[in-house]
């Protein structure tokens, strides 16, 4: 597979690992004040003004079906480019730019998460870390 020398912004959402493509991360920023929208889907949080943009922000947590906790010192928002707009993901930590030196077809289901959310599982010293679909995440109906 020739996306090992890919490079990823790999993060948590409780004890578990996710990464997204670097190229996908247009920047990650501090958890900021979140307007709401009513009336939108339960992990839709709202919208943040960033630099005078108005960028939509969805929390893992809640499309993933996890509870949602407060937020820490450690949250962060990680706004990525997708379909030429920006959409902001809340995750409970950042962990490191990394490489994965092999990369596995997702499953069918990873615990309560549909398979359909990853575009693979990246595998490094016993440790296992979901990479995401972009296109399922953000255009979950």
Known sequence: MTSQQEQYIEFGIGLESYAVKIEDVHEIIKMQTITDIPHSRRYVKGVINLRGKVVPVIALRG????????????????????????????????????????????????????????VGIGLREEQLVGILKLDEVLLRE
Request: net charge negative; proline share 9%.
């Open 63 to 118: 499309l993933f079906g996890l509870p949602d906790e407060a937020y820490t010192k450690s949250t962060r928002i990680v706004v990525v480019k997708h379909r030429e707009e920006s959409v902001g993901i809340i995750v409970d930590r950042v962990n490191k730019v990394t490489a994965y030196p092999d990369i596995q077809p997702p499953p069918e289901q990873a615990g309560s998460v549909s398979g359909s959310y990853f």
